[in-house]
């Protein structure tokens, strides 16, 4: 597969990643533990060299996953991880914390279930109102120094708080949704992004399967679904938004691809230094994503992408209140 660099000090990764979250955590049960040891040693046989995890994706079950699968090929890889949320949650909410004793704490633990001695990419996993950015940057900094991690990353932060991070440490990637139904980064983030040379690593780059046209009204999801919540996947939103993925199904027929590879393949065509990291639990939906990569939509197809998106509105928030309040700062 190609590869792509991830900021100015160049974190070299597979143009296309893999999330891991889905294998643990957040689409119903978990994948069987054998199961997503192979799914995830398949990526990396087939070119896939970046691989994203969090303490919270379980919680901890999923660094744990990720480390056992990659521990036999651990220095052909590279492995992000986040902290940021308190864990486990003594009121069972997932309450933010980054204060800087409990990020090296966060840190030690990440380590082990790792299996490893080195985190390649660290990212704080949401903004925490309640300690200044610079203390987490610097927090991060002094661990680069230790040598128990390498690259700094953030998640979901805006523009003004990755400027104050990147000035005491920098940031080589954010990590934020970005996708053909969820494009308000284009405002703001990406040109801050570009100023400073930090790379993006879009989450739900296929809009957490809604792009795939698997998914339409009638849809019914596991109980334990965490798009049950979500109002974009109210059956009201579903039926409003189809035309987005009819509008993929047509490029993707005329081009012999799947909608989900023109999905990605517009992400890759955004920015050079985009690598999204699509995640899945089924061997076939794997390799149709790392197909992706050898996806090239020309110029006219890209031109008739964007006077297309410029007659849809996509209905329903993308978080519900909540977890809206915490994107963005």
């Not at 889905?22 to 997503?36: E, F, I, K, V």
């Not at 970046?50 to 994706?57: E, K, P, R």
């Not at 990590?175 to 930090?198: F, H």
């Amino acid at each position: 597969m190609q590869k792509r660099t991830l900021g100015r000090d160049g974190l070299e990764v597979s143009a296309i990643g893999l999330g891991c979250m889905g294998l643990s955590h957040g689409y119903g049960p978990a994948a069987n533990t054998q199961d997503a040891i192979k799914l995830i040693r398949t990526a990396y046989e087939r070119g896939v060299t970046f691989f994203d995890t969090a303490q919270v994706y379980g919680p901890f079950t999923n660094e744990e996953v990720v480390g056992e699968a990659l521990e036999p090929i651990r220095d052909q890889v590279v492995i992000a991880t986040k902290f940021g949320f308190e864990l486990p949650s003594p009121d069972g909410q997932q309450n933010l914390n980054s204060r800087p004793d409990y990020i090296r704490q966060s840190v030690e633990g990440s380590l082990k279930r790792l299996r490893t001695d080195v985190i390649d990419l660290l990212y704080q996993h949401r903004v925490d109102p309640n300690v200044p950015t610079e203390d987490v940057a610097g927090t991060v900094k002094d661990l680069i120094a230790e040598g128990k991690v390498k690259y700094f990353g953030l998640s979901e932060a805006g523009a003004g708080t990755i400027r104050r991070a990147h000035a005491v440490q920098p940031v080589i990637a954010l990590q934020s949704e970005y996708s053909l139904w969820w494009r308000e980064p284009d405002k703001e983030i990406l040109p801050t992004l570009e100023e400073l040379g930090i790379g993006l690593v879009p989450f739900s780059p296929l809009g957490k399967g809604f792009l795939t046209g698997t998914i339409d009204a009638s849809t019914k999801f596991d109980g334990n679904d965490f798009r049950n919540i979500v109002p974009r996947f109210s059956e009201e939103a579903r039926k409003a938004n189809q035309g987005l993925v009819d509008l993929l199904g047509q490029i993707a027929s005329a081009k012999h691809v799947t909608p989900a590879q023109v999905a990605l393949a517009w992400l890759l065509a955004r920015k050079p230094w985009i690598v999204p990291i699509p995640g899945t639990t089924k061997l076939h939906r794997l390799e149709e994503n790392i197909g992706a990569a050898d996806v090239e939509l020309s110029p006219d197809e890209l031109q008739m992408i964007e006077e297309a998106l410029s007659t849809i509105t996509v209905h329903g928030d993308r978080y519900p209140a909540h977890l809206q309040a915490r994107v963005g700062r």
